[in-house]
């Protein structure tokens, strides 16, 4: 959600679509300036979840921030912007900011995922005693993005100092788009088979549940709404109905729409919530 209008704005929009949870970013995410954030912000946000019935808040860093970059000033820029936005968080009390991994440029995949385990050590020290973690959310492979192979988030989760201060974001719309399909049940057992050999299921904290403009294996990054898309209503029903992901909050990201004029968000959410079976049929 939106925070044009305030942190308390986008808390009242989740709700009003019928949420339960909520996504945002805790700052202008195409500008690397922020806004001075103030205890009256961090209250007023809490109170309104709690007078909402909001839970699970998360945050996402901006898009500007590029972990692997080869380019000095531009890593040096990321590691600052990002352990900016963990502080925010944790002044607010979100637990924690989701990012994507980084894009490697003119360089190679080897050194990008170097720098950004340097990135997050660099990070860690500059957030030492906080709460908030970053959760590594798995990519779509566009261009040079890392994160695209499960592999490549394990690597980073056993190579850094301090692993423990990371989890992870799954992405449908990524994992399919990577390459990892998720619509048959043997499909979908083999994709989440090989995220929990490659990081732990223990350490997805978050899900994206977004449908994709484009097939299996196009490594391009365009979220749909749900059942419109390449990834089969299946998947989905699949992934409501583990038990393993019975407790990890699940957000949206599909595009902010109107049909019929009602919004998409409430759309989205009633077709979710169509595919969960009662308790006794989850796997």
Sequence with gaps: MSIAGGYVRAVELAHDSGCECVQLFTKNNNQWRAKDLTGEDAEK???????????HPIAHDSYLINLA???????????DALAMELLRAEKLGIPYVVAHPGAYTDSSESQ??????????AIHR?????????????TAGQGTCLGWRFEHLGDILRRVAEPERLGVCLDTCHALAAGYPLETRGQYEATIAALDQAVGLERVKAIHLNDSKQPLGSRVD??????RGKLGIESFRHLLNDRRFRDTPM????????????EMDIVNLRVLRGLIAAPSAAF
Excluded: C, M
């Design 45 to 55: 946000f809490q109170s309104a979840l709690a007078r909402l019935g909001i839970g």
């Design 69 to 79: 970059s080869p380019d000095e000033a531009l890593w040096t820029k990321s590691v």
């Design 112 to 121: 990008g995922i170097e720098r950004i385990i340097g990135a997050l050590d």
């Design 126 to 138: 500059q957030t030492a005693g906080i709460q908030s973690r970053v959760l590594l959310e798995n």
């Design 222 to 227: 365009r979220h749909e709404h749900i059942g």
């Design 251 to 262: 957000y949206l990201e599909t595009p902010k729409e109107q049909e019929a004029g009602e």
